[in-house]
Structures are given as structure tokens and as C-alpha cells.
């Protein structure tokens, strides 16, 4: 009797991880993967990349984005900062400047409205989104043109970065509130 092998059918976000670590750099030129996988804090960052500006990338793929897709990019944004060294240590030869923050890329075939206005509101991070349209062939393996599907409405590349942020709406000018009143009896003196 002998053994035979077969390849584990894998789960729909290892295929969309795979498919989107292939097709980076059709995404956004320059971007090149250092690894898929990659647990960083208590999340797991399916593509980490380098782009053509020396910066980090770190890229969530999902069906659908929503926030607990963005709160684990977040977590793991928040490790890369905490811990340069580490990253220095576990990518010794890629030309990446740690010290700056890394960028989030959210790659979704579904991004919703609320998804987009969500990201509005982040003023810190640099969050950039692409929306894949995917088509399932016969044997069921996800294939994509080569293009990015055009930019979401309200939310161009890097809208959400710190040199971009939205300006605070001007404060309105409050009267000072009156502060409360003691009153006091006269004094009374002993004779």
C-alpha cells in the first residue's frame, strides 16, 4: 500500500493572501513582499511589503472590509512602532527606513461606505484602500485583472495620512461661564 500526498485545499483568505502578495506591484509600483503570514503582536498581517519611498507596508486582505479587519492592522501598526528593532532584526538586508511609521493597505473585493467614512476619521495613520473585483472560474481559484478597480469615492490614495489631515472645524467662541456666586453674612464684631 502506498502513501499519497495531496495538497490541503486552502481557505479562502490564504487563497485572496496569495493572489494579492502576486499582483502587489499591479496594485501600487514599487511595492515589493518581504513575507505573507507574518504575526505581528496579537495579529497576523497577510502581505508585509516595502514600497519605493523606503516605508513599511502592511497589507489586510479580506472579502469584505470592515472593522475588525482595521482594528487588527491597527494593533499591528501599533507593534511596528513600539518595536523597530525587532523589524530591523527580522529583515536585515530590505532597505526600509523603520523608524517611520508603516503604511496600511486594505485590499477587499468589498469596501463599504461606512468602511470608507470610518477611515475618515483616523488622522494618525495612513490607511489606502483597493477594492478588487474578482471573478471564480469553474475550479473555483479567484483571478483578477491586473488593474486596481478605480479609486473608492471620498478617498483617494493617502487621503488618510497625517500631512492630509482634515483641518478641525474652527471652535465656537463660548462666553466664559459666570462663576457661581458666595455670599457671605456681614461680619458681626464681639464687644
Not at 482594528?71 to 538586508?93: G, H, K, S, T
Not at 477587499?108 to 495613520?125: D, N, R, T
Request: net charge negative; hydrophobic share 45%.
Amino acid at each position: 500500500m502506498t502513501l499519497i500526498a495531496r495538497k490541503s485545499q486552502s481557505t479562502e483568505q490564504e487563497r485572496l493572501r496569495g493572489f494579492v502578495a502576486e499582483q502587489l506591484a499591479a496594485l501600487e509600483p514599487g511595492l515589493t513582499v518581504l513575507e505573507t503570514g507574518l504575526r505581528l503582536g496579537r495579529t497576523v498581517v497577510d502581505v508585509v511589503a516595502g514600497d519605493a519611498k523606503q516605508r513599511l507596508v502592511l497589507v489586510g486582505v479580506a472579502p469584505v472590509a470592515g472593522e475588525l479587519l482595521l482594528l487588527a492592522m491597527l494593533d499591528a501598526f501599533i507593534w511596528c512602532v513600539q518595536f523597530p528593532e525587532n523589524l530591523r532584526r527580522l529583515y536585515p538586508d530590505a532597505r526600509l527606513i523603520f523608524s517611520r511609521p508603516p503604511r496600511l493597505l486594505i485590499v477587499a473585493e468589498q469596501i463599504p461606505p461606512g468602511f470608507v467614512e470610518l477611515l475618515g476619521h483616523l488622522s494618525m495613520v495612513e490607511v489606502d484602500c483597493h477594492e478588487l473585483e474578482l471573478a471564480e472560474r469553474a475550479d473555483a481559484v479567484a483571478e483578477c485583472a491586473a488593474e486596481p478597480a478605480d479609486p473608492l469615492p471620498g478617498l483617494e490614495p493617502g487621503a488618510v495620512s497625517p500631512d492630509r489631515r482634515p483641518e478641525a472645524p474652527a471652535a465656537v467662541a463660548e462666553e466664559p461661564a459666570e462663576a457661581p456666586r458666595v455670599e457671605t453674612e456681614p461680619a458681626t464684631t464681639a464687644t
